[in-house]
């Protein structure tokens, strides 16, 4: 159980469209999602925290504006990232806590990844 | 604010040796402790998961272990094997969200 998908696994775009991630939990009901960042051969950054039917909470330094998270169910949560640049090509991660559903509440369960490239 | 460390940041050992991966945080409110692999270009796998009431967790040829009062974990791997050449994350759960280490990366050599 507790699986999380993303969708896609990779894409590349040209400098200045826009890439929408969904993050998918496909067999419970995720209240909150998170939205992480890796950079090569660095750890996850975690950049804004999803609460369905809330506004995202972002982390210092993350563009609201840039990097736009949508929670429209307990399922899905969408980054789309706007007017990309090459500086945003990175590897994307969500992860969704099931509020313990699963008896060990608090822990994370995480997509695959999304690798962008933007030319 | 709540800092991982995790050390060493590599080790590359020859196959069937057993290791030792650390992990050090400051806050001892925790949650919970999770150790995770990550193989190059991919996403996160979790491993093994340590309530803070817990002092250690197994799973087959892995053990981690938890001393929340040090603010210290560790992850035992037995009888290495070249499948497991990964990077490996920690990551604490307190009033925050995840927060992870950089990571060690393992290079079994056969």
């Known amino acids: 159980g507790a699986v999380v998908s993303q969708h896609p696994s990779r894409v590349i775009c040209k400098s200045g469209t826009s890439v929408k991630i969904e993050c998918r939990s496909l067999?419970?009901?995720?209240?909150?999602m998170f939205w992480y960042r890796q950079f090569p051969k660095k750890s996850l950054m975690l950049m804004a925290t999803?609460?369905?039917?809330?506004?995202?909470?972002?982390e210092q330094g993350v563009e609201k504006d840039k990097f736009l998270i949508n929670h429209a169910s307990l399922t899905l949560s969408t980054l789309t990232v706007t007017s990309a640049h090459p500086e945003d090509s990175s590897f994307y991660i969500c992860?969704?806590?099931?509020?313990?559903?699963?008896?060990?509440?608090?822990?994370?369960?995480f997509g695959p990844g999304t690798r962008l490239t933007v030319l | 604010k709540q800092e991982v460390t995790q050390i060493p940041a590599a080790l590359s050992v020859p196959e069937g040796e057993n290791l030792v991966l650390n992990c050090s945080f400051t806050?001892?409110?925790?949650?919970?402790l999770q150790w995770f692999r990550q193989d190059p270009g991919k996403g996160l796998t979790s491993l093994l998961l340590?309530?803070?009431?817990?002092r250690e967790q197994t799973s087959g040829r892995l053990n981690a272990s938890l001393d929340k009062s040090s603010g210290r974990s560790t992850l035992y791997i037995a009888a290495s094997q070249p499948g497991d050449s990964a990077t490996y994350l920690c990551?604490?759960?307190?009033?925050?969200?995840?927060?992870f280490g950089k990571g060690t990366r393992l290079s079994v050599i056969a």
């Open positions: 992860s969704a806590n099931d509020a313990g559903t699963s008896g060990r509440p608090y822990e994370q369960f």
């Open positions: 067999d419970f009901q995720a209240t909150t």
């Open positions: 999803s609460n369905e039917g809330s506004k995202a909470t972002y």
């Open positions: 806050d001892s409110a925790i949650y919970n």
């Open positions: 340590i309530q803070s009431s817990q």
């Open positions: 990551a604490v759960a307190g009033n925050t969200p995840l927060v």
